[in-house]
C-alpha cells in the first residue's frame, strides 16, 4: 500500500499566497517525477507543475511566474508555493508520484486525495 498526502489547502483571498505539501509514504523503494494537478468543476484535469528527481521543473501556462514547485528527497515530500493566487486559481488540487513499488517490482503513476483550494474575497 501506497499513499500520498496533501496538506495546507483552504480559503485565501486574492493576492494571498498558500503553501501546499504532499506526503508519500508505504511500500515504495524510489520515487521518480512528482507533481501538482488541478481540477475546476466543470474542467478537465490539468498540469500545475511537475519536478524530477534532479529538481527539473515545469509549469502549466497559467500559472507560471506565481508557483513555485519544490522536493525534498530525503523526506519523500513535494511541495507547491502559490503566491499572487487569482479566483481562477480555485479548484482541488492533486498530488502526483511516479513510485517503484516493490511488490510489483515496477513503476506506477500514484495521485493523492486532493486538497480544496479557494481564492475568494
Known amino acids: 500500500q501506497v499513499h500520498l498526502v496533501e496538506s495546507g489547502g483552504g480559503l485565501v483571498q486574492p493576492g494571498g499566497s498558500l503553501r501546499l505539501s504532499c506526503a508519500a509514504s508505504?511500500?515504495?523503494?524510489?520515487?521518480?517525477?512528482m507533481g501538482w494537478y488541478r481540477q475546476a468543476p466543470g474542467k478537465e484535469r490539468e498540469l500545475v507543475a511537475t519536478?524530477?528527481?534532479?529538481?527539473?521543473?515545469n509549469y502549466g501556462d497559467s500559472v507560471k511566474g506565481r508557483f513555485t514547485i519544490s522536493r525534498d528527497n530525503t523526506k519523500n515530500m513535494v511541495y507547491l508555493q502559490m503566491n499572487n493566487l487569482e479566483p481562477e486559481d480555485t479548484a482541488v488540487y492533486y498530488c502526483?508520484?511516479?513510485?517503484?513499488?516493490?511488490?510489483?517490482?515496477?513503476?506506477?503513476?500514484?495521485w493523492g486525495q486532493g486538497t480544496q483550494v479557494t481564492v475568494s474575497a
Open positions: 502526483n508520484a511516479r513510485l517503484f513499488i516493490r511488490t510489483m517490482i515496477d513503476w506506477t503513476t500514484h
Open positions: 508505504g511500500g515504495f523503494y524510489d520515487i521518480g517525477v
Open positions: 519536478i524530477t528527481t534532479g529538481s527539473s521543473t
